[in-house]
């Protein structure tokens, strides 16, 4: 018997700024990249849209579709709405995430932790997939490994990653996570506005040979998907300024 192989799914994270142009963007990947399989949306609440009704629309075009929930929102008066709404168009998996506070809102009184709604959302959507973050950044990685840990031991049944822009701490984390499903995070950075707001906000250190071009970035794309293919995992494209066909145009097809 040959070991088991875990098809890679690749994923396309596509932020839901209103109706319209999410389903612009969704029937565009849909007809440009047959590869992908997973549509996952951000919640930001700024947008009238929000991740769990993004993803009722992303249905319409993919069977799977991975909305980002922002725990500081909870508890929140739309959670028995938002819970409903992934109970009945069957959406089987969601990302967890803490959540950035909102300017002009004020501070949630007596908000879960991360590690706490976990065990919170299992019990309220029996057999959904959770999947929590895995930055790179925040802190070292003995330290984000033991905080990944935790979150395994709440119920956690995978990670999202933070955009990586090297392999080797890719492999590092592989290494210490086998078996766990992940989806690597890749996204263009295109210009050194764009370099300084990731260094800075994200305290990414890019490797020496980055460059901010569009040449650059679909390069290391196409490298992180050969990647994730040889470890059996999953991958994830977050265009986010950039046209997500232009992005991934010889990257996916």
């Not at 993803?55 to 959670?79: G, M, S, W």
């Not at 492999?171 to 996570?177: G, S």
């Amino acid at each position: 018997m040959g070991a088991h192989l875990v098809p890679t799914r690749i994923s396309v994270e596509l932020v839901p700024r209103d109706t319209e142009s999410l389903q612009h963007e969704l029937q565009a990947v849909q007809q440009a990249f047959p590869a992908v399989s997973v549509i996952n949306l951000p919640d930001l609440p700024r947008f009238p849209v929000r991740s769990w009704d993004g993803c009722v629309i992303a249905k319409r075009f993919f069977t799977h579709t991975i909305p980002h929930i922002r725990v500081i929102d909870l508890p929140a008066e739309q959670a028995p709405a938002m819970l409903a709404t992934l109970s009945q168009h069957q959406i089987q998996e969601i990302l967890l995430v803490t959540g950035d506070p909102q300017p002009d809102m004020p501070e949630p009184q007596n908000s879960l932790t991360l590690l706490q709604a976990i065990p919170v959302f299992k019990q309220a959507l029996p057999g959904v997939k959770i999947y929590t973050a895995l930055d790179p950044y925040r802190q070292d990685m003995a330290q984000e490994y033991d905080y990944l840990q935790q979150k395994l031991a709440a119920g956690s049944d995978g990670f999202f990653t933070q955009p990586f822009f090297a392999i080797p701490p890719m492999e590092q984390y592989a290494a210490r996570l086998p078996g766990v499903p992940i989806f690597w995070g890749v996204a263009p950075v295109t210009s050194e506005s764009s370099r300084a707001y990731w260094e800075k906000r994200n305290r990414v250190t890019f490797p020496e040979h980055f460059a901010p071009t569009l040449e650059w970035n679909k390069a290391f794309a196409r490298e992180a998907l050969q990647f994730v293919r040889a470890v059996q995992s999953h991958i994830y494209f977050m265009p986010i300024r950039t046209p997500v066909v232009s992005y991934l145009q010889g990257v996916l097809d």
